[in-house]
């Protein structure tokens, strides 16, 4: 507990003249005789002065009160016998504590009790924040980020939430007040900060975990930086290394749905018929799913969440399932079996395409396609793939050189099409 002036009186043994204000915080001892010591205070201490240069009473007590000194420790015997009548006045008037410290009492008695009361109150201060830090470790150790949630709202006897970084809860407890306003100050600093201030009569604080979102705690009673700052750098780490696990896990998501690709049996594959769904939004459903190229695809009789999906397959067509979902998807239609001309397209039709369009690169398979959606017409296919339209002429030709046919049959425009969205 931090000393008082009336504490302080009551161990050392001093006589008090002037009762205002012992309940206040005594944070040094200073012994000065000069007329005007106020420069050199910081505020908090108890002045202590035989009265050598003491002047009119009157400004040099509200100096000091205005300095922030919380009492006057007047020493007697030396250069006065008593206390002066007109500095008990004074400090009457202006609400300040004054003490007689007699010549059996030397100064530095005073400031030794101060300075170790000052010290077992550090301690104690250090004491509190190492038990707060080590139960706050556990609970991050033992329930992650939920849990340092609310170990610190006990610490604290208040509330405290760790929000996501857009500001909203994700692990709450206790009530906290409007954060919106200080959650966009602290986005716009664009780095690691953090804010404190008084609601009503609560004191609130965040801070940033760096991308991950921000820390708030409000409690009736002045915050220890200490266990928070603590608080946020666990959340951080935390928060870290759960990004760092959801990762892996996305990875090996990614690696399992490219060995059903390839035909290879997959644990977690649904068994018999079902289909392949690539949603329109970002989710993470039940079952056997991963995100591949940016979209999440999805093993799945049904789903619950808007998506594309394939005619039915089984746990060997897997890799015609994602073609004809992608290709539901860009037509804009909910199923496979709404594409237009989708009933041409056969289970087998993917040998037959590899063969047709295998003396095709990218770019002319691009520009035949582009083409055919375009009704076989140059202009309309050069725009939209941004180029001129002799360029089209001329990668249609060497198609046709490349094919061995023309383009100009109906049935070889069907052949292209079919393999082309097969």
């Known amino acids: 507990m931090a000393l008082t002036v009336g504490e302080l009186a009551h161990q050392v043994g001093l006589t008090v003249h002037v009762d205002a204000g012992l309940g206040r915080v005594v944070a040094w001892a200073h012994s000065t005789e000069l007329a005007d010591p106020t420069p050199f205070l910081e505020g908090g201490e108890l002045l202590l ?8 009473p009157d400004g040099y007590v509200r100096r000091l009160v205005a300095a922030g000194a919380v009492g006057l420790g007047f020493g007697t015997g030396l250069s006065h016998d008593h206390v002066p009548e007109d500095l008990l006045r004074a400090a009457r008037d202006v609400g300040l504590a004054l003490l007689e410290v007699p010549r059996a009492t030397p100064f530095i008695a005073i400031a030794k009790a101060v300075s170790r009361a000052v010290a077992a109150d550090e ?7 190492g038990a707060a830090q080590r139960a706050l470790t556990r609970a991050a150790v033992g329930d992650g980020p939920p849990g340092v949630v609310r170990r610190l709202a006990r610490l604290i006897d208040g509330a405290a939430a760790l929000l996501d970084p857009h500001g909203t809860p994700v692990h709450v407890v206790g009530s906290l007040p ?6 966009r100050r602290l986005a716009s600093t664009g780095g690691p900060a953090g804010a404190a201030w008084q609601a009503g009569e ?13 820390l708030a ?48 049996p997959v644990a977690g594959v649904p068994e018999g018929t079902f289909r392949v769904f690539v949603l329109r939004e970002e989710a993470e459903p039940e ?15 049904e789903v619950d969440v808007p998506a594309a999906a394939s005619g039915p397959v089984d746990a060997t ?22 594409v237009a001309g989708a009933g041409l397209l056969a289970p087998d039709a993917a040998e037959f395409a590899a063969a047709l369009l295998a003396p095709l690169d990218d770019v002319l398979r691009e520009t035949v396609r582009v083409w055919l959606a375009c ?25 046709e050189r490349l094919l061995g046919r023309s383009l100009e049959s109906a049935g070889a425009r069907a052949e292209l099409w079919l393999a082309l969205h097969a």
């Open 49 to 56: 002065t035989t009265g050598i240069a003491l002047g009119p």
């Open 123 to 129: 301690y104690a201060a250090l004491a509190h924040t």
């Open 178 to 183: 409007d954060l919106a306003g200080h959650v």
């Open 202 to 214: 609560r004191h609130v604080a965040m801070q940033v975990l760096g991308r991950r979102g921000y």
């Open 217 to 264: 705690v409000a409690a009736a009673r002045p915050l220890d930086a200490g266990v928070v700052n603590t608080a946020a750098s666990l959340l951080t780490v935390a928060l870290a290394r759960s990004d760092e696990v959801d990762a892996v896990r996305r990875e090996l998501r990614e690696a399992r749905f490219r060995l059903a690709l390839a035909g290879v």
């Open 287 to 301: 079952g056997f799913w991963a995100e591949v190229d940016g979209r999440v695809v999805v093993l799945a009789r």
């Open 317 to 338: 067509g897997v890799a015609r399932g994602y073609r004809e979902a992608l290709r539901a998807l860009e037509a804009g239609v909910d199923t496979f079996e709404e």
């Open 375 to 399: 009704h076989g017409q140059a202009d309309p296919a050069a725009a939209r793939l941004g180029v001129h339209r002799h360029t089209v002429r001329n990668r249609l030709e060497r198609v």
